[in-house]
């Protein structure tokens, strides 16, 4: 039985309860990787738990009060005390940062808060580690989920932004009160953080300009769309002359850039360097599982640096016949009836049509088909049949299809 | 004066001289950030330098050599030596990681490797660190720059496989002897790495099932536009009943999948699991200073664990005015003259129309403009003196619009 690495817990919202799910759920596997076993071993809530015992029984504490006080006063105290701190907090870090990052050097304990900007989208560790080397020179990012999500529903339907407000409400993607959402506040936090480990500059909330979405109309989408933009709520970092500019504001994007398709409730960040060119991170941007899982990940990298890859725990077989979807091809006589022959051979083997195009070659036509998934041995049998059928005029073609469910 | 720390390069190719080249030029930085001067001490070549005499006067070794033999033995010994190792060598990954694993294990060394897979897009620090307590259900990649570049060519003019291979070799994208990229095999000792740490099974190359593109022809493109499909070689690799599947072969993709917009030479991977829903990351996969990017992060991380956040090393001012190219929409007369007069104000804060929309409404029309980048300040002062104009009916409407080039 591992050694028991005692986490403390503070605040027991979404996330908290979250995390404190997931980290029971995958605390065997965290014990393969690390040598020692986390458990939740105190949690502070308003109405119960005691914030010195807690800390006295913790090697680690985790932050998800949100907010500044009491949450500071926590933070800094528990790495007064020595202990590592992991916080999800972006207006704390976003107004504190240079006071709490430098506690933690004094004390020689680790600050990790990759959950604080764009949830389990790794940019935090990606600017700190994969790109510590590295000059950046701009930042843009999709850091707040509410906004995306409003304007993807305006875009999508030409809804009015108060429906959209709404609609975002029901579905749980805005809260009751949106005010920092929509106004730009909290992706402005967002920006002050990721501006600060880019740059190496201070940077705190109240220098950043920002401006929300309130006042976008869905006329401005309908013409937009004449120019083929796509509205986002787009946070920039750069270095500007011998100065830094960092700001949020509703912006247009042209259909080829790469936070242009990021729809829904998503995050983005774009992080450009001469080096690098510039490197694109996605995912969901909030939702208490993913931003626990972000959490988590830091919890791990506390616990012990990742000195090497760690021995397999499974022998799992590789298979070799999975399911996919079809693409087919194949010329045929222009007669009647031969899509009806070949859709009753591929549907012997199991195999339906999904879409069907036809065209007219002199006296062949060419039979373009997508096939809904089943097994490939299934599928390769009907191809097999197929090509034997007195009407089937050349080798038929197939090349698998991905994920047919992002479409339906 | 920081001390020293001592890298040792084995191999001096594209990558291996990129990355010297760019360990210098950022060796300050690092220092800062880990309170050691990294410094190249000793170079191997196949035609200068003593492996043992680079061993022993380095903390920490590159292997850029790539191939089996003799990278094996060299990253063999140094581990052994008690040196960690950075290496960007999938081939040699794919092949004998399991002993390499164990030997860092062994040892108590660090075995890092990013830049074997997808260059500085950070999908192996992403697996083993964010996502290291994440039950991983499935990854999708394109992970081969070069038959991403020629799938690409051939979308966008319907170029033959031929011709599109053969401009990808004068480009610099494929190497004379194109064999490991385009039969699939490149991307298979790629995903094979990404299997095994997803889903800490063994995995080797020899059990990944692979298929190229040479047989892709210019007209399954262009039937496939008629579904919405693009065309991209992926690698999977996933949880199939109670094994895995690792594959790599061409497939279609759906407009909404998150790999269908990746184009050119760029590589991008996505992984699923429950709790985090997936994540995608992308950016340029191959290329010297973008590989050599990756080994540097490798090496900061191999130097020290990053702790804690650094003190910040600049105080740079946060710039308010900034250029910005913008929307601008506003009912004017539907006169003859408007436009003109319209384009001779903005001209005069140097404000020049990139493209215009007009649209007749009864007596008034609306005007839409997309204006090239200007100092926002000229920009405002524009609106300003536009919306005093007798011929303009409604206040003028601005929204950003990002990154004009993307669309150049």
Same sequence: chains 1, 2.
Avoid: C
């Avoid at 986490?7 to 919202?13: E, S």
């Avoid at 764009?118 to 020179?137: D, F, K, N, S, Y």
């Avoid at 009806?340 to 373009?368: D, F, H, T, W, Y």
């Amino acid at each position: 039985m591992a050694e028991t690495y005692r986490v403390g817990l503070l605040g027991h919202g979404t996330v908290g309860a979250a995390f404190e799910q997931l980290l029971a759920e995958r605390a065997d596997a965290i014990a393969h990787i690390t040598g020692v076993r986390p458990e939740v071993t105190g949690v502070l809530t308003r109405s119960r738990g005691d914030f010195e015992e807690i800390l006295a029984g913790s090697d680690l504490v985790v932050e998800l009060i949100g907010g500044i006080d009491p949450a500071r006063d926590y933070v800094l105290r528990a790495m007064r005390a020595g202990k590592h701190v992991v916080s999800a907090n972006k207006l704390l870090l976003a107004s504190h940062g240079e006071e709490l990052w430098s506690t933690a050097r004094e004390h020689n304990v680790q600050l990790r808060f990759e959950g604080a900007v764009a949830g389990v989208v790794p940019v935090i560790r990606v600017l700190q580690e994969t790109l510590a080397g590295a000059h950046v020179e701009r930042i843009h990012g999709i850091v707040n989920g509410t906004t995306n999500f409003i304007l993807s529903e305006m875009a999508r339907g030409g809804t009015a932004y108060a429906d959209a407000l709404k609609r975002a409400q029901e579905l749980g993607y805005a809260e009751a009160d949106p005010t920092d959402d929509v106004t730009g506040k909290d992706a402005a936090a967002k920006m002050a953080i990721l501006a600060r480990l880019a740059f190496s500059t201070p940077v705190t909330l109240d220098q950043v300009t920002y401006e929300g979405i309130e006042h976008i109309t869905g006329e401005d989408m309908n013409y937009a769309r004449d120019f083929g933009l796509a509205l986002k709520l787009i946070g920039t970092a750069e270095r500007v002359d011998d100065g830094i500019s960092v700001r949020v504001h509703p912006a247009f994007l042209y259909p080829g850039h790469p936070l242009a398709s990021v729809n829904g409730s998503f995050n983005a960040v774009t992080v450009e360097s001469e080096a690098i060119t510039e490197i694109t991170l996605s995912g969901p941007g909030a939702g208490g599982p993913q931003t626990a899982s972000a959490v988590i990940g830091d919890v791990i990298s506390a616990m012990i640096p990742p000195a090497s890859t760690p021995e397999t725990t499974a022998s799992l077989p590789v298979v070799a016949d999975v399911k996919s979807a079809f693409y087919l091809a194949m010329e045929v006589d222009d007669e009647p009836g031969v899509l009806a022959q070949v859709a009753e051979v591929l549907g012997m083997q199991g195999a339906s049509i999904k879409s069907v195009v036809q065209r007219g070659l002199g006296g062949q036509a060419r039979l373009v088909m997508v096939i809904h998934p089943l097994l490939e041995s299934r599928f390769y049998g009907a191809v097999q049949l197929l090509a034997r059928m007195p009407f089937v005029r050349s080798e038929p073609r197939a090349i698998r299809v991905l994920d047919e469910e992002f479409n339906d």
